[in-house]
Nanobody
Framework: VQLQAFGGGSVQAGASLTLSCAASGQTFSRYAMGWFRQAPGKGREFVAGITASGGDTYYADSVKGRFTISRDNAKNTMYLQMDSLKPDDTAVYSC?????????????????????WGNGTLVTVSS
């Protein structure tokens, strides 16, 4: 599966933004998916994950209650709805896929350790 993230942009604090991750291939529904982000000068951070069926979701404490991950397997697309954005949310957001959600939520190495990963999309939140 090949992934491409898009939907980033520049917004003010408190605004909302929705990111999308489009997948090519016919096996999208077999993969757990996740979003990661990397802020300028900081390490990569797990943001949210979702099971292959979409039945279970997981979030980093920093975004819990503000971000919502979802997927549409019929459209081969995953989403990240981001509400109440803060300047600390400024980062490059990347999507990734793996057969194991646990590998996504506990990733310590690079995204290349997962089955697939996409390019990043920049989100800038100004105060």
């Amino acid at each position: 599966v090949q992934l491409q993230a898009f939907g980033g942009g520049s917004v003010q604090a408190g605004a909302s933004l929705t990111l999308s991750c489009a997948a090519s291939g016919q096996t999208f529904s077999r993969y757990a998916m996740g979003w990661f982000r990397q802020a300028p000068g900081k390490g990569r951070e797990f943001v949210a994950g979702i099971t292959a069926s979409g039945g279970d979701t997981y979030y980093a404490d920093s975004v819990k209650g503000r971000f919502t991950i979802s997927r549409d397997n019929a459209k081969n697309t995953m989403y990240l709805q981001m509400d109440s954005l803060k300047p600390d949310d400024t980062a490059v957001y990347s999507c990734a896929a793996d057969r194991s959600l646990a590998r996504i939520t506990t990733l310590l190495g690079g995204l290349n350790e997962l089955d697939a990963w996409g390019n990043g999309t920049l989100v800038t939140v100004s105060s």
